[in-house]
T-cell receptor
């Protein structure tokens, strides 16, 4: 069975600090997909990134970066020079290739950026 | 603009009543999903549909029903059999499975 763990329930940092959100996953499939979503106070989930299990390259998009490590089953998300607009709940999610068409979500990390 | 529209944003229901949540998308996506979000929990899948006239139960389908008569529409009915329906409901769609899903703004249902 697939599972996603986000151990950090809430994180608060001062604006301009860097922050890393942890995501650990479990799957028996060799082909799978990992996602990060942002949920601002408005409630709508915003897609941030999708990564397949064969691509372990780290990715950077502006102030956002993702570190995918199959050896530790982790897909961590770092925000550099955080801003108040980054305040939101962030979800990590996993989908497997076969027999499971759904996204399994972690419980989310509430990030608060203090001005 | 392309996207997913959920309505209403807020919904109040009396115990024992059925209520239907609307979800419409104009992204031409084949797959559509309904998730439920409760405080402190991740999103849990209620139902999903990969194609018109076909849908499958998710993890928590009991007390819910759906239909997929049109590609653009995937309404969710919360029946009186759902014992704890107060929650935030999110609809999503994707081109096909295992691709990124795009979400609506959600419907907050409260049983009074």
């Amino acid at each position: 069975a697939q599972k996603v763990t986000q151990a950090q329930t809430e994180i608060s940092v001062v604006e301009k600090e860097d922050v890393t959100l942890d995501c650990v996953y479990e799957t028996r499939d060799t082909t799978y997909y990992l996602f990060w979503y942002k949920q601002p106070p408005s409630g709508e989930l915003v897609f941030l990134i999708r990564r397949n299990s064969f691509d372990e390259q780290n990715e950077i998009s502006g102030r956002y970066s993702w570190n995918f490590q199959k050896s530790t089953s982790s897909f961590n998300f770092t925000i550099t020079a955080s801003q108040v607009v980054d305040s939101a709940v962030y979800f990590c999610a996993l989908s497997e290739r076969f027999g499971n068409e759904k996204l399994t979500f972690g419980t989310g990390t509430r990030l608060t950026i203090i001005p | 603009d392309g996207g997913i529209t959920q309505s209403p944003k807020y919904l109040f229901r009396k115990e024992g009543q059925n209520v239907t949540l609307s979800c419409e998308q104009n992204l031409n996506h084949d797959a559509m999903y309904w998730y439920r979000q409760d405080p402190g929990q991740g999103l849990r899948l209620i139902y999903y549909s990969q194609i018109v006239n076909d849908f499958q139960k998710g993890d928590i389908a009991e007390g819910y029903s759906v239909s997929r008569e049109k590609k653009e529409s995937f309404p969710l009915t919360v029946t009186s059999a759902q014992k704890n329906p107060t929650a935030f409901y999110l609809c999503a769609s994707s081109i096909y499975v295992n691709t990124e899903a795009f979400f609506g703004q959600g419907t907050r249902l409260t049983v009074v």
